[in-house]
């Protein structure tokens, strides 16, 4: 990504906060004037909230200039940017599209993938950077989907989530899901500006659905962490699991992600009984990763 795209980006994501920031939540008094053209706040208010001027904020939105970060830092807190915001919006303004840095090809280490195939009770796979699919145990492919399936360079979970219609069977509330990958994506999207494979990834998908395309231009950004996700599985019925996100030490561009359900509950039962459908993979050989299991 050059650096008049990076600034372009930039410029639309603070034109798409910018539009969905009432006045009143930004602090301003409510504007009843009825030629009002903007549901959300006009440039000259973000530049009046951030201490700036009006012509200055309009030459970063359009893409023309760039900004130190204090700068960046008074017109992310004028349009009340959460957490996940300020951090896409630093990774984009941090970067130096004059020094590319080589991005080496991930590897799951043989420690994390002792962790995964011992959790035998309990579905997880590692996601790395773009949210490819490093590596998984045999219950996150029984939950999910058959990743050994899916060919090396294709194993990517946003892919997968907009790409296989039997995901949007599996997740009753696949555009909130989906919606939540696009943000996910986004941040990915930051961190790696030029990296080639993400441009061909956010490329295919914009060409092929409609929804992505819509979701991807609003400029909403999340990281992984936590939170609550429903399925409707073919094989067991419903199921509500709690996800939670662990980072590995040694790469932090991969993360462990696991499903679990409070003991006892009918969601655990009915993991427990899926868990009795897989057959367990046979033991690791010393320094070698099971076939389909390392992805990179």
């Known amino acids: 990504m050059s650096e008049m795209d990076r600034r372009n980006q930039v410029g639309e ?22 030629r009002r053209r903007v549901q959300g706040l006009r440039r000259e208010e973000v530049a009046a909230l951030a201490s700036i001027s009006p ?18 830092d008074a017109i992310a807190r004028a349009l009340r940017l959460d957490e996940d915001g300020r951090d896409y919006l630093f990774e984009l303004t941090a970067k130096d599209a004059a020094q590319p840095r080589q991005r ?3 590897k799951v280490s043989p420690h994390s993938q002792r ?16 949210m490819d699919i490093l590596a998984w145990n045999p219950l996150a492919s029984a939950l999910l989907a058959d990743f050994e399936a899916i060919p090396e ?31 996910q994506l986004h941040m990915e999207v930051s961190r790696g500006p030029q990296d080639p494979r993400l441009t061909e990834l956010v490329g295919e998908l914009s060409v092929i659905d409609m929804d992505f395309r819509r979701w991807w231009s ?23 699991l709690d996800w939670d996100t662990l980072s590995c030490a040694a ?16 969601s655990h039962e009915r993991l427990l009984a899926l868990a009795r459908t897989v057959t367990p993979s046979p033991p690791t050989r010393q ?7 390392n992805l990179h």
């Open 13 to 34: 994501f603070l034109k798409a906060r910018r539009l969905e920031l009432r006045p009143e939540r930004a602090g301003l008094s409510v504007d009843l004037d009825p």
């Open 55 to 72: 012509d200055y904020y309009a030459r970063i939105e359009q893409g023309r200039r760039s900004a130190p970060w204090p700068t960046m």
């Open 104 to 106: 080496r090809t991930q």
């Open 115 to 130: 962790l995964l195939d011992g959790l035998t009770g309990i579905p997880a796979l590692i996601l790395g950077r773009r």
């Open 153 to 183: 360079r294709r194993r990517n979970y946003v892919r997968l989530v907009f790409t296989d219609p039997a995901m949007r069977i599996l997740y009753p509330d696949w555009s909130q899901d989906a919606r939540l990958c696009v943000s």
């Open 218 to 240: 609003d400029h909403q950004v999340a990281v992984r962490s936590r939170g609550v996700k429903r399925f409707h599985h073919p094989l067991v019925g419903d199921l509500t």
């Open 251 to 266: 790469d932090p561009d991969q993360q462990l992600i696991s499903w679990t359900a409070e003991q006892g509950s009918e």
């Open 287 to 293: 320094n070698q990763i099971p076939v389909g299991r």
